[in-house]
C-alpha cells in the first residue's frame, strides 16, 4: 500500500482507526474527502470487509462518481459494484426497491421531482378547496419538506395542534395520494427508510448486519432523518466514520442541521475525534483571504488552516459597469486563460442565484467557450422531455394518474378538459386509478364518440407497454416516440421551436445511451431512477468544459481557477429574513457560503460585481459586497480589463501597482483629472494602460492610467 504515503500523520490516523466511531472535523481542503476515500481502500486491501459492506454517503451524485473513480485507482477488488458509494437519496430509494412492500408500497414505485411535487400539491389545495392566494404552495411545500426531515407524520401533527390546520390537511392528502401513485418524493425516501426500519426490526437488522463500515462526507449538511437513519445503521458494528466542517455548513434551509457534527461526540460518546489543519488545495493568499472571511462569523468554532502552498497571485477584484459588463470581462478573461493553456473544465464561474447564469451563458456562447450549467439540470425539466418521461413512467406504473393526465391529451388526440376532469372525479369515487377506470368502466361512463378515443389512448399505452418488455431503454424511447406520433408532430411544425423540441428529444435518447453504457442495471425502472435522482447535477465532470453553477452546487469541488461574480448587497449576502436575530443567522450562513466559494479556488481567485445592475428589469446602481471588504486590501489587486494569460499575470501586477489607483475605476465612472478636470470614463483597453475619458471641458481625450492619477468621485 505504498499510497498511504500520500496521507499526512493525521490523515493517517484517520484512515487506520477502521474500528469505532471517528469523527474528522476540519477546514476546507484539507483531505477529508481523500480521508474517506483511502479508508476505504485501505478497508478492502486489508480484507476488513467485502465491497458490499461499505456504505459510503456523498453530497452529489458526481461526488460519489469521482470517489468510486479514485476508489478503483487504490485498490483491484471483485464485487467493486456491490459497494454502495451513493447519496442518501440514491441509498435509500435502492433499499426501497428491494423493500417497500413491506410498508404498503410496491418495490416497483416511481420518484417525484419537485415539479412533480409540485402539481400534486396543487391538486391537493384544489381537492381541499384551499385558496392559492391565502396560503402560498411554496410555503406548503416546504413545511412539507421540513416535516418529512423532521420525521414528523400527518398523525403527528394534530397531535401537537401547533401547525395551521389547514397545512396538516395538505400534507395529510399529499400522503395520500402519493401512496395511491405509488410515489415517493425526495423527502419521502428518507422518511420512508427510516420507517421501514422502525417497524420492521428484522429488516433493520440485515442492513445492520450488512454495512460493517459506514462513511459520510460532507457531514456538517445532514439534517435530522439523514442522522437518525445513519444512528440506525451504525448500532450494530459501530464502525461509523463522519467528515465535515461547521464553517461548510450551507444547508440549513434545507433542513440540514449543524448540530449533527457539534454533538457527534455526545451520541457516539466513545468517538475518536482528529482535526486536519493543512490546507492541501489553494494558494497562501486565497486561503488566508477565506480565513479572514470567516473568522467574522461568531457563532462557530475556532480553527485556523495552514498551508506549505506559494504565496500565489493576488486575488484579482474586477468592478464592473453592470452585470453584462461583468459578463464580458469573465467570458473574455476564459478565453485568454484556455489560450494560454488552462484546461476549460479547470475553470468555474460561480454566483449565488441560479437566474445570474444566463447573462454569462450568452456571453460564454457570444465568445465561443464551451461551458456547462451545472446544478439547474433544466434539461429533464423540459416540456417534451418530461411528456415522453411521462410515457416511459406509464409503461413501468400504469396507475400513476400524474403522468397519464399529463399526457392523455399530448400529442392532441381530442381528449378536452371536461372529459379529464370527469376521469378525476370517477375514478376518485370508485377509488380507482385512472387507467383502471378507463380500462374497466369506459365504456359504461362515457358516450361513444369520447369512449372510442380513450380505449385508442389505452390501446396505445397497452402496446407500448407490450412491445417494451423486451427492449432496452434507448428502444422504448425511440417505440413512445414514433407509436405516439410525438416525434412526427414536432417534425413537422413549422415552428422553430418545435424544431429544438424535436433536438431535446434526440438528446434524450443520447442520454438514454449513455445510461446504458454505465449502468449494470439497464432497466427503464433505473433510468428513470437516475434521471430523478440526478436532481441537482449531471453528467459535467467528464467534458471539458467551463463549468458554471452555484456556490452550493460547487461544494467539495475544486478548480484552478475560480470566478465569484455578483458580490453585491443584497445579493451575495442575499438577505431575507426581517427581524435582526434571523438576520444574523442569515449573513452568518452567507458568510459561510463565501468561505466555500473562495475555497474552492487553486491557483487563481477573481471576484466580480456590478455597480448596476438590472432587477426586475429595473436598472439601479449596487454597493459591492462586505464580504469583499473583509478581505484584507494586501491580498487584492483591482484589475480594469479582462486577464490576459496566466504568464502576463505578473506583469499586470506590477503595472497596476505603480499606478497605485486604489480607487474603483470602471466604464461609467466619474473622475476628476489635474488638469482636465471632471469626466466620464468611456472605456478602458485591454491591456490596462489606457483610459477613454469625456471631459466635460476638453471632450474625448485617451489617457495612460498609470501617469492620470485619476481620481473617482
Ligand atoms: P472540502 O472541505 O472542500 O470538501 P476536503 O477537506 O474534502 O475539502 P479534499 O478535497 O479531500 O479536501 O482535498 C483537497 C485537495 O488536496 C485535493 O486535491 C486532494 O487531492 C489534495 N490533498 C489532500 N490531502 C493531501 C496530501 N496528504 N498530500 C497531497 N495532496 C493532498
Ligand atoms: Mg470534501
Redesign the pocket.
Known amino acids: 500500500m505504498e499510497w498511504l504515503k500520500?496521507?499526512?500523520q493525521q490523515?493517517l490516523e484517520a484512515v487506520l482507526s477502521t474500528e469505532g466511531p471517528l469523527l474528522v472535523l476540519?477546514?476546507?481542503?484539507?483531505?477529508?474527502?481523500?480521508?474517506i476515500t483511502y479508508r476505504i481502500a485501505y478497508i478492502l486491501n486489508m480484507g476488513l470487509a467485502k465491497p458490499s459492506n461499505i456504505l459510503a454517503i456523498t453530497f452529489t451524485n458526481k461526488a460519489a462518481d469521482e470517489m468510486k473513480e479514485r476508489i478503483k485507482r487504490l485498490v483491484s477488488v471483485e464485487s467493486f459494484s456491490e459497494m454502495w458509494v451513493s447519496t442518501f437519496h440514491s441509498a435509500c430509494a435502492r433499499i426501497l426497491r428491494m423493500e417497500a412492500h413491506n410498508i404498503g408500497f410496491s418495490n416497483n414505485f416511481i420518484i417525484f421531482d419537485m415539479q412533480d411535487r409540485h402539481q400534486l400539491l396543487k391538486e391537493c389545495f384544489e381537492r381541499l378547496n384551499i385558496d392559492e392566494d391565502r396560503l402560498e404552495l411554496r410555503y406548503v411545500s416546504r413545511q412539507i419538506s421540513n416535516f418529512k426531515n423532521m420525521l414528523i407524520s400527518p398523525s403527528d401533527i394534530y397531535k401537537e395542534g401547533k401547525t395551521d390546520p389547514r397545512v396538516a390537511e395538505i400534507y395529510k392528502l399529499y400522503n395520500k395520494l402519493l401512496k395511491e401513485y405509488n410515489a415517493f418524493d425526495f423527502d419521502d425516501l428518507l422518511y420512508y427508510t427510516i420507517m421501514l426500519f422502525r417497524t420492521n426490526p428484522d429488516i433493520l437488522e440485515k442492513y445492520q448486519q450488512k454495512f460493517r463500515y459506514i462513511l459520510v462526507?460532507?457531514y456538517q449538511d445532514t439534517n435530522y432523518a439523514q442522522f437518525y437513519l445513519i444512528y440506525l445503521l451504525a448500532q450494530k458494528h459501530r464502525n461509523i466514520c463522519v467528515?465535515g466542517?461547521d464553517d461548510?455548513s450551507i444547508y440549513s434551509f434545507r433542513g440540514a442541521n449543524v448540530r449533527n457534527i457539534l454533538e457527534f461526540e455526545k451520541v457516539f460518546n466513545d468517538a475518536k475525534v482528529i482535526k486536519?489543519e493543512k490546507n492541501?488545495?489553494s494558494t497562501k493568499t486565497i486561503l488566508s483571504a477565506a480565513n479572514e472571511v470567516i473568522k467574522n462569523n461568531i457563532h462557530r468554532k475556532p480553527k485556523r488552516l495552514w498551508t506549505e502552498n506559494s504565496e500565489g497571485e493576488k486575488i484579482y477584484l474586477y468592478p464592473a459597469f453592470d452585470e453584462v459588463d461583468e459578463a464580458n470581462f469573465v467570458s473574455m478573461s476564459i478565453k485568454n486563460l484556455i489560450q494560454s493553456g488552462i484546461k476549460p473544465s479547470e475553470i468555474g464561474v460561480l454566483y449565488r442565484t441560479n437566474a445570474q447564469s444566463l447573462n454569462f451563458e450568452n456571453a460564454l456562447s457570444a465568445h465561443a467557450i464551451p461551458y456547462k450549467v451545472v446544478g439547474s439540470l433544466r434539461f429533464f425539466e423540459r416540456k417534451e422531455v418530461k411528456d415522453i418521461l411521462a410515457y416511459l413512467r406509464l409503461i413501468v406504473n400504469p396507475h400513476d394518474n400524474l403522468s397519464l393526465f399529463r399526457v392523455i391529451n399530448v400529442p392532441k388526440r381530442g381528449i378536452g378538459p371536461s372529459t379529464v376532469e370527469k376521469i378525476k372525479v370517477l375514478s376518485d369515487e370508485y377509488g380507482i386509478s385512472a387507467y383502471s377506470l378507463l380500462k374497466e368502466r369506459g365504456v359504461l361512463e362515457f358516450d361513444r364518440r369520447t369512449y372510442f378515443k380513450l380505449n385508442e389512448f389505452v390501446s396505445l399505452l397497452e402496446d407500448i407497454r407490450t412491445e417494451a418488455e423486451t427492449k432496452s431503454v434507448v428502444e422504448v424511447i425511440k417505440l413512445v416516440l414514433d407509436k405516439t406520433k410525438y416525434m412526427e408532430t414536432l417534425l413537422s411544425s413549422k415552428n422553430e421551436e418545435d424544431f429544438q423540441r424535436a433536438k431535446n428529444l434526440e438528446q434524450l435518447i443520447s442520454a438514454a445511451a449513455m445510461f446504458e453504457e454505465e449502468n449494470e442495471d439497464k432497466s427503464l425502472q433505473n433510468f428513470l431512477n437516475s434521471i430523478a435522482l440526478s436532481f441537482e447535477e449531471d453528467d459535467a465532470q467528464k467534458e471539458d468544459k467551463v463549468m458554471l453553477m452555484t456556490v452550493h452546487a460547487a461544494?467539495?469541488l475544486?478548480f484552478d481557477v475560480v470566478f465569484l461574480t455578483g458580490l453585491e448587497e443584497g445579493l451575495f449576502p442575499l438577505l431575507r429574513a426581517e427581524d435582526t436575530i434571523e438576520m444574523e443567522e442569515e449573513l452568518e450562513e452567507e458568510r459561510r457560503l463565501c468561505y466555500?466559494a473562495i475555497?474552492?479556488a487553486k491557483k487563481f481567485l477573481v471576484l466580480t460585481y456590478a455597480n448596476n445592475r438590472r432587477v426586475f428589469g429595473r436598472f439601479s446602481s449596487r454597493q459591492r459586497s462586505c464580504f469583499v471588504d473583509e478581505i484584507p486590501a494586501k491580498y487584492i489587486q483591482q484589475i480594469y480589463t479582462p486577464l490576459r494569460n496566466v504568464n502576463s499575470f505578473d506583469t499586470q501586477l506590477n503595472k497596476s501597482q505603480q499606478n497605485s489607483t486604489k480607487t474603483t475605476l470602471a466604464v461609467g465612472d466619474i473622475i476628476q483629472h489635474n488638469k482636465f478636470g471632471i469626466g466620464k470614463i468611456l472605456s478602458l483597453s485591454e491591456d490596462l494602460n489606457e483610459v477613454l475619458v469625456d471631459f466635460e471641458k476638453y471632450g474625448q481625450k485617451r489617457l495612460l492610467l498609470s501617469y492620470a492619477n485619476l481620481k473617482k468621485i
Open positions: 500520500e496521507l499526512n490523515q476540519a477546514g476546507a481542503g484539507s483531505g477529508k474527502t481523500r480521508v462526507d460532507e467528515v466542517d461548510q486536519l492541501y488545495r461544494k467539495g475544486e466555500v475555497t474552492r
